[in-house]
């Protein structure tokens, strides 16, 4: 079992930053690979982020590449989202979700999802 908690959101300006964190509990959070999801009001939820479990494997959304960066630290059982350049449909409810297939971006394969943090991106 594994428990996730969200933080860092928030109202920002368009070309802002902000950090996302996620932080993870549970003995075997260093075996599943953690992404990040994001879901907009009437939309889907979305692929934002991905990280293998040892940290070294990334992988992004086309959207958010050269503009995000996801990182991990296993000893501190935290999974952080860089966000730069933030524009305003970046705007969404973002989402930490652990995952044994590293590199997935679908929804389904995840196992367990945090309660999500609100970005709010204004023009």
């Known amino acids: 079992q594994v428990q996730l908690v969200e933080s860092g959101g928030g109202l920002v300006e368009a070309g802002g930053s902000l950090r996302l964190s996620c932080v993870g509990s549970?003995?075997?959070?260093?075996?599943?690979?953690v992404g990040w999801f994001r879901q907009g009001a009437g939309k889907e939820r979305e692929f934002v982020a991905a990280?293998?479990?040892?940290?070294?494997?990334?992988y992004y959304a086309g959207t958010v590449k050269g503009r995000f960066t996801i990182s991990r630290d296993n000893t501190k059982r935290t999974v952080d989202l860089q966000m730069n350049s933030l524009k305003p449909e970046d705007t969404a409810v973002y989402y930490c979700?652990?995952?044994?297939?590293?590199?997935?971006?679908?929804?389904?394969?995840?196992?367990?999802w945090g309660q999500g943090t609100q970005v709010t991106v204004s023009s």
């Open positions: 549970g003995r075997s959070f260093g075996r599943y690979a």
């Open positions: 979700a652990a995952n044994l297939n590293a590199g997935s971006d679908s929804p389904a394969q995840y196992l367990y």
């Open positions: 990280v293998t479990w040892s940290g070294v494997g990334t």
